[in-house]
């Protein structure tokens, strides 16, 4: 599994705020840190994520195995068969 590598980060919460992690850590489980680390991930980095190149409603999806060559090893010597003179 890949773990990212973490940066140590000091940061100042209200009583509040600590009570609450707190309480949320002893529940769940998990380390204040890694449920801090979760909540900017769900509300920070949702945002920059980058869209899927095809989503699956893209249109061109519907090309896939549109086309036949009759060749069955496409798959294995394709550059063969885009570069080579015949």
Aim: charged share 30%; proline share 3%; hydrophobic share 30%.
């Amino acid at each position: 599994m890949y773990m990212p590598k973490k940066v140590r980060t000091q940061l100042y919460l209200t009583e509040r705020q600590r009570k609450v992690l707190a309480e949320q850590s002893r529940i769940t489980g998990k380390s204040a840190g890694e449920l801090v680390r979760e909540a900017v991930d769900e509300v920070y980095l949702k945002q920059h994520r980058r869209p899927q190149v095809l989503g699956d409603s893209d249109p061109l999806w519907n090309l896939v195995g549109s086309g036949s060559s009759g060749q069955t090893d496409i798959s294995s010597r394709h550059d063969d068969y885009l570069y080579d003179e015949q």
